[in-house]
């Protein structure tokens, strides 16, 4: 006897069902901030590793002209951010599911996304550098070496608080998506005040041409200077924008927001959300023509929620940093130590009074407590995901509920992380976290292209002016993956 092997199958899992492309939003004027969500999440990320810490302390470094890097960064992960969304939309599973879709197995994918996850996110540095932020709130002066157990107690209750978040509401993702507005509406408009009040117009006009690779201060173009930390320059171009598996998660928020087949895959609850059915496999639809009109509606919402709030909200979230640190802190400051958050804030603080400071240091300590909140729900999300997806006996535990996975989970990362903290300075965890990014990008650029072009039927394929950007960001990614090693030897 014949059996049909779906291409979508041959890796192990189940095949998809056939079901119907659910009616998207069709919103006008302000009902955009209520279809919109998951591209607020993944830039409340964004804002708190390379906007806050990574580029400033590139920027005060080597200068504004390193923003060139920034720009290309952000839109080759606004692009590789909408194609993750693309297979969500398409089939209501997150990427990862694609991705163990794959041969040779889902398990061996299982395996090396669960690791590259972990190697990126799985060390806690935005709960420690929170805590410098936190420590200059209450001290009024910045960490030094001797205050590091102390910076050690604040990161560990930092850490605690975020899995107390996890605890509470009814949708995971709706609790994040909230928290996130509050911070980039904050975030955004307190740098953006602070920013038109003490940086001088010439300073503007150096990030402005710093775009285009052009030092003002210097009358040159100098598109990598010399004598370029290049592990904290391959860090900066990771995390400008989100970075690495955390563009990947933003499918798993997109399915549990319930964009397009998400709305028929159901979504993972908090602890007190009651029970949720959570589809292990996902769906495909026939392309006639109401449904190829539904997915031109869900199509202009992901267009809108990446390009209308991920790409310009990540380009405001490093500049509007970078004008304040680079107009308060003199070039070739180096301020990667223990106290880097609030680096800015002392140095605000002393030019500009206490007031302003306190001010600065708070928004800093906001900034990171959201992104290491965002990032271990992320990898909870994301492992959780993986586990339900690939495993029978997982799927079958507590009687299906997805929630006995996810806090099972979470506990063995935060008493990793807990241990993680006492291992190296936090800004040395988030360069390395970052530059793993970069070498994830470098594999699952060509791995979602593979996806979306293989195993998604022709009707939802990229057209081919996207599939060239694919390869770009691979090269791209690659160029400075190879320089951050080379730097090490």
């Known amino acids: 006897m014949h059996y049909t092997v779906h291409p979508e199958s041959r890796s192990g899992l189940d095949p998809w069902q056939r079901a119907e492309l659910p009616d998207p939003p069709r919103p006008q004027g302000l009902g ?46 606004t692009i590789f951010n909408t194609e993750v969304m693309r297979y969500t939309l398409a089939t209501g599973e997150p990427a990862f599911s694609g991705f163990m879709r794959t041969r040779p197995s889902s398990t061996l994918w299982a395996w090396v996304y669960a690791v590259l996850y972990f190697l990126q996110v799985g060390w806690p540095a935005w709960a420690g550098t929170a805590a410098a932020a936190i420590f ?24 605690l608080l975020c899995v107390a978040i996890l605890t509470v509401g009814r949708r995971i993702e709706h609790t994040l998506e909230l928290l996130n507005w509050a911070l980039v509406v904050t975030i955004l408009g307190g740098f953006l005040v602070l920013a038109l009040l003490f940086v001088p117009v010439r300073t503007w006009f150096a990030a402005t041409v710093g775009f285009g690779g052009f030092d003002l201060e210097r009358g040159r173009f100098d598109l990598i200077p010399a004598g370029a930390d290049f592990f ?74 990446q390009w209308g709030v991920f790409f310009i909200g990540a380009l405001l979230g490093m500049v509007l940093p970078a004008l304040l640190y680079v107009a308060f802190l003199p070039r070739g400051t180096n301020i990667q130590g223990l106290g880097i958050s609030a680096a800015l804030a002392s140095a605000v603080g002393t030019r500009a009074g206490a007031g302003a400071g306190v001010v600065i240091a708070f928004l800093g300590a906001w900034i990171l407590f959201k992104t290491q909140l965002d990032n271990l729900e992320g990898m909870v ?44 300075q936090p800004i040395v965890l988030l360069k390395i976290g970052a530059n793993v990014a970069g070498a994830v990008f470098v594999i699952t650029a060509p791995h979602l292209l593979y996806v979306n072009t293989r195993l998604l039927p022709p009707h939802v394929r990229p057209p081919m002016w996207r599939r060239v950007a694919l390869v770009v960001m691979t090269l791209f990614y690659a160029f400075f993956v190879a320089l951050s090693v080379g730097s090490l030897w």
């Open 32 to 77: 955009w901030l209520r279809a919109v969500g998951p591209g607020v999440i993944v830039l409340g990320v964004s804002i708190g590793s390379g906007e806050f810490l990574l580029g400033p302390a590139a920027f005060v470094q080597h200068g504004l002209s390193l923003l060139w890097v920034v720009l290309i960064a952000v839109t080759l992960q």
């Open 136 to 159: 200059f709130l209450f001290v009024q002066r910045l960490a030094a070496s001797s205050d590091a157990g102390m910076i050690y107690a604040i990161g560990v209750g930092a850490f």
């Open 381 to 424: 999300r994301a492992i959780t995901d993986i586990l339900w997806t690939g495993s029978r006996r997982v799927r079958a535990w507590r009687g299906g509920d997805v929630r006995a996975v996810y806090y099972v989970v979470l506990t063995v990362i935060v008493l990793w992380g807990i241990m993680a903290l006492r291992l190296a």
């Open 232 to 305: 904290l320059l391959g860090a900066l171009v990771a995390y400008s924008g989100s970075g690495g598996v955390v563009n990947i998660v933003l499918s798993n928020w997109a399915r549990d927001r319930g964009y397009g087949m998400g709305e028929r895959a159901g979504y993972i609850p908090a602890a007190t959300g009651g029970h949720v059915h959570l589809a292990h496999t996902g769906f495909i639809f026939e392309p006639n023509a109401e449904s190829m009109h539904r997915w031109r509606g869900w199509w202009r919402v992901v267009s809108v929620d």
